[in-house]
């Protein structure tokens, strides 16, 4: 089971290093973790999924809770929440099979977003699922190289996260 914590911290040098580590030297299995400013400059907001039951993630949380850095955690639910993903994915594309590519790309919503000789340049968002399933399909065409951001998400609570401190 995967769990989806946002962890509100300090914005210095070293935080997101500090926290992946601790995380690493308690052998938590980290699935994505992405970090990036909010709203307030001194306040970096991290997006962790953790894989594991309700014990592991009250470890992870307790762990978390230890470090200086670390304002406040707060568990995303996924039914109260909106999670996002994005995906730049390189797929070989000479002219022959560029329109149905882009017939693929459009049914996904997604855009491309570099063309060149030899291949072309898709950007998607969308949750995991929209992510896998437009991965596999592009498989056909041949996928050259790919990366993919991990989850970020916000509570649908009127409140932002860091009023609730």
């Given at each position: 089971?995967?769990?989806?914590?946002?962890?509100?911290?300090?914005?210095?040098?070293?935080?997101?290093?500090?926290?992946?580590?601790?995380?690493?030297?308690?052998?938590?299995?980290?699935?994505s973790i992405?970090?990036?400013?909010?709203?307030?400059?001194?306040?970096?907001?991290?997006?962790?999924?953790?894989?594991?039951?309700?014990?592991?993630?009250?470890?992870?949380?307790?762990?978390?809770?230890?470090?200086?850095?670390?304002?406040?955690?707060?568990?995303?639910?996924?039914?109260?929440?909106?999670?996002?993903?994005?995906?730049?994915?390189?797929?070989?594309?000479?002219p022959a099979?560029?329109?149905?590519?882009?017939?693929?790309?459009?049914?996904?919503?997604?855009?491309?977003?570099?063309?060149?000789?030899?291949?072309?340049?898709?950007?998607?968002?969308?949750?995991?699922?929209?992510?896998?399933?437009?991965?596999?399909?592009?498989?056909?065409?041949?996928?050259?190289?790919?990366?993919?951001?991990?989850?970020?998400?916000?509570?649908?609570?009127?409140?932002?996260?860091?009023?609730?401190?």
């Amino acid at each position: 089971m995967t769990h989806t914590l946002a962890v509100l911290v300090l914005n210095k040098p070293g935080v997101l290093a500090r926290i992946a580590g601790l995380l690493s030297r308690r052998v938590f299995n980290i699935e994505s973790i992405a970090a990036g400013y909010t709203e307030k400059p001194d306040i970096t907001r991290i997006t962790i999924v953790v894989n594991g039951d309700e014990r592991v993630l009250e470890q992870v949380i307790h762990q978390l809770g230890k470090l200086v850095d670390v304002i406040k955690i707060t568990k995303i639910e996924e039914r109260d929440s909106i999670e996002r993903e994005l995906a730049l994915i390189k797929v070989q594309a000479d002219p022959a099979k560029r329109r149905d590519i882009v017939d693929i790309v459009e049914i996904f919503r997604a855009n491309v977003v570099d063309v060149g000789k030899e291949t072309m340049v898709i950007q998607i968002i969308g949750d995991e699922q929209k992510i896998t399933a437009f991965t596999h399909v592009l498989e056909q065409q041949g996928i050259v190289e790919m990366v993919r951001t991990g989850k970020i998400g916000l509570s649908r609570q009127p409140r932002a996260a860091r009023d609730e401190v």
